[in-house]
């Protein structure tokens, strides 16, 4: 078993899909409305693994410091956390070694939610 999907809920579309292409260098697919919900999907290939997932707008998703941790994987932190203010966000545990299993670093989106960065040693 493993994850394959995750949503972060955001407050705002526009600013955290703004905050997200900014500090990835990436672009976000068009929002979808699906019921009650807005929703914008991060780039996945389907033949590569890892878990993917959307920002989701919709009443019963409320942005959180608390509970779950989605880690982002990227190839250098360091040329992450830069623009993570810049983009409206906050920085809040810089890059530190996890030992044999690479680094870390903690943040805050523009949206509330505490999210992190994961780099392989």
Excluded: C
């Excluded at 899909?17 to 990436?26: E, G, H, L, R, V």
């Excluded at 699906?34 to 993917?52: H, L, N, R």
């Excluded at 040329?79 to 530190?96: A, F, H």
């Amino acid at each position: 078993m493993r994850a394959n999907w995750f949503e972060l809920p955001v407050s705002d579309m526009d600013r955290a899909k703004a905050f997200y292409q900014s500090i990835f260098n990436i672009q976000m697919a068009e929002n979808m409305e699906m019921g009650t919900s807005v929703m914008s999907f991060f780039p996945f290939e389907t033949d590569q693994d890892g878990a993917t997932g959307t920002l989701i707008k919709q009443e019963t998703y409320v942005p959180s410091y608390e509970g779950a941790l989605v880690y982002f994987s990227v190839k250098e932190i360091n040329d992450v956390l830069p623009k993570i203010e810049s983009s409206g966000g906050k920085v809040l545990n810089e890059k530190m070694s996890i030992g044999e299993h690479g680094f870390v670093a903690h943040f805050e989106d523009s949206e509330g939610n505490r999210v992190a960065l994961h780099q392989s040693a």
